[in-house]
């Protein structure tokens, strides 16, 4: 979805999404997975990482596969191979797990974002472009994709970071004069859905030729751009510097 470098104060603003949690001891750390600084590594640190990885790498596969709410933490425990008791040695509920990898997977993409948004100063470009990159991610790693499709209606922190971002890079675009919408936050709902829909589309075999580049051109008209802008836009292919860091997080 359309994202932008900076985290802003209303995405600092968004706390946790209300789900219950079981009633856990807080995890060895006593923080929040993956915050703080890290101990200088020993034997026991990297075998708790390598653990900790496999439970992220299972909840990402059975997450896609079945959803956020289907989802036990005994599918994920399974998945990882390793006892029921110790997911709660490194998480304090599915949904800390769920957050955790949401970082992890937003942090793998986000430097082919900022590269966009660094490197194309017109945000028409930059938007197509990064709409481009995660239609385009879904059918390069459908893991990934049907991940954010199976959580995006149910995880309440991924709708709210997702659409404070939509709505920061309409307005911007609107700032700038490229766009001429101004019911931003109508329209950053309509483009997560437009998103969201087009890479469950892509995903499930079914996609018109061409799907991805017409979802993004219809994007750009409805945020105001004329019909010849529009499809040129969506036509432009993906960077070399995009495939680039592609190929570098492939490696």
Same mark, same amino acid.
């Given at each position: 979805?359309?994202?932008?470098?900076?985290?802003?104060?209303?995405?600092?603003? /968004?706390? %946790?999404? *209300?789900?219950?949690?079981?009633?856990?001891?807080?995890?060895? @750390? $006593?923080?929040?997975? !993956?915050? =703080?600084?890290?101990?200088?590594?020993?034997?026991?640190?990297?075998?708790?990482?390598?653990?900790?990885?496999?439970?992220?790498?299972?909840?990402?596969?059975? /997450?896609? %596969?079945? *959803?956020?709410?289907?989802?036990?933490?005994?599918?994920?425990? @399974? $998945?990882?191979?390793? !006892?029921? =008791?110790?997911?709660?040695?490194?998480?304090?509920?599915?949904?800390?797990?769920?957050?955790?990898?949401?970082?992890?997977?937003?942090?793998?993409?986000?430097? /082919?974002?900022?590269?966009?948004?660094?490197?194309?100063?017109?945000?028409?470009?930059?938007?197509?472009?990064?709409?481009?990159?995660?239609?385009?991610?879904?059918?390069?790693?459908?893991?990934?994709?049907?991940?954010?499709?199976?959580?995006?209606?149910?995880?309440?922190?991924?709708?709210?970071?997702?659409?404070?971002?939509?709505?920061?890079?309409?307005?911007?675009?609107?700032?700038?004069?490229?766009?001429?919408?101004?019911?931003?936050?109508?329209?950053?709902?309509?483009?997560?859905?437009?998103?969201?829909?087009?890479m469950r589309t892509l995903l499930e075999g079914d996609a018109p030729e061409q799907m991805a580049e017409q979802t993004v051109e219809c994007l750009m008209r409805m945020f105001g751009l004329g019909e010849e802008e529009s499809k040129t836009l969506a036509r432009l292919p993906l960077p070399d510097y995009v495939l680039s860091l592609w190929e570098e997080r492939s490696q």
């Amino acid at each position: 979805m359309v994202t932008r470098k900076n985290v802003s104060p209303t995405q600092a603003a /968004i706390g %946790a999404s *209300g789900t219950n949690k079981k009633s856990r001891p807080a995890t060895a @750390s $006593g923080s929040e997975p !993956g915050s =703080g600084a890290r101990a200088p590594a020993t034997r026991g640190s990297r075998s708790r990482e390598r653990t900790r990885r496999k439970l992220i790498e299972s909840a990402h596969k059975v /997450i896609a %596969a079945k *959803g956020f709410d289907a989802t036990t933490i005994e599918d994920i425990t @399974s $998945g990882a191979d390793v !006892g029921f =008791g110790t997911f709660y040695n490194h998480f304090t509920s599915k949904e800390d797990i769920t957050s955790a990898l949401f970082h992890d997977r937003a942090e793998e993409i986000g430097r /082919i974002v900022d590269e966009i948004n660094s490197r194309e100063t017109d945000k028409a470009t930059s938007t197509a472009y990064i709409q481009k990159v995660f239609l385009t991610r879904a059918l390069h790693d459908p893991v990934w994709g049907w991940f954010i499709v199976r959580t995006q209606g149910t995880h309440q922190y991924m709708k709210e970071f997702y659409y404070a971002r939509a709505v920061e890079d309409i307005q911007a675009g609107f700032e700038q004069g490229r766009f001429t919408v101004s019911a931003t936050a109508t329209a950053a709902r309509i483009t997560l859905s437009a998103l969201v829909g087009a890479m469950r589309t892509l995903l499930e075999g079914d996609a018109p030729e061409q799907m991805a580049e017409q979802t993004v051109e219809c994007l750009m008209r409805m945020f105001g751009l004329g019909e010849e802008e529009s499809k040129t836009l969506a036509r432009l292919p993906l960077p070399d510097y995009v495939l680039s860091l592609w190929e570098e997080r492939s490696q």
